[in-house]
């Protein structure tokens, strides 16, 4: 599993990027990502592209 840093702020792009902490936050509410700590996540190697998709829609 790689080790992703989600970044401070949202930048607003639709869709949302893969280091918003919005998707990141999303992912693991879903069960393809382990929150270590307020900005850490534990990301599975492969994410579904449905379950992608759904996490960075605005």
Same mark, same amino acid.
């Given at each position: 599993?790689?080790?992703?840093?989600?970044?401070?702020?949202?930048?607003?792009?639709?869709?949302?990027?893969?280091?918003?902490? $919005?998707?990141?936050?999303?992912?693991?509410?879903?069960?393809?990502?382990?929150?270590?700590?307020?900005?850490?996540?534990? $990301?599975?190697?492969? $994410?579904?592209?449905? $379950?992608?998709?759904?996490?960075?829609?605005?």
């Amino acid at each position: 599993m790689p080790s992703m840093t989600a970044k401070k702020k949202c930048c607003k792009d639709k869709p949302r990027c893969k280091k918003c902490p $919005v998707v990141l936050l999303r992912l693991s509410k879903a069960g393809c990502a382990e929150r270590l700590d307020r900005v850490r996540y534990e $990301v599975d190697k492969k $994410v579904p592209k449905k $379950v992608l998709k759904q996490a960075r829609k605005r």
